[in-house]
């Protein structure tokens, strides 16, 4: 792996690859999926070399983990040289959830078991 960075540092740093890595793409639907190479890959955007028609993806999902948990970005197409295309990441929160979120739900779920839990410690036992 090489580091590309601008004189001007203008744009974001690049990783490009001296072998490309191998990786996959998917319809945004998930109907289809098919190989590619990731040639370099930025923050925002990224290199790829694909074995499809890249003129018809215009939106999918770069897949940049083939097991455990998936790694992927929503990329948009840019532009299009030969098998090469140039493409952009979509920036979203897909199944992130802000840690404001989280908290409130989970202190209430700690206050809702309290009560049960001391309610049971003051129980008498009963012997059948």
Request: proline share 8%.
């Amino acid at each position: 792996m090489t580091m590309r960075t601008s004189e001007l540092e203008k744009t974001p740093p690049r990783v490009e690859f001296e072998r490309p890595l191998p990786v996959r793409v998917m319809a945004i639907d998930g109907t289809w999926s098919d190989d590619c190479f990731l040639i370099d890959i930025s923050d925002t955007e990224a290199q790829l070399e694909l074995t499809a028609q890249p003129a018809e993806l215009a939106e999918f999902f770069l897949m940049l983990t083939s097991f455990g948990s998936p790694v992927f970005r929503r990329c948009r197409r840019k532009w299009v040289q030969g098998a090469r295309v140039g493409v952009s990441f979509h920036k979203s929160q897909i199944g992130i959830k802000a840690l404001e979120e989280e908290v409130p739900a989970q202190r209430g779920a700690i206050r809702s078991a309290t009560p049960r839990h001391r309610a049971r410690e003051n129980a008498t036992p009963t012997v059948p």
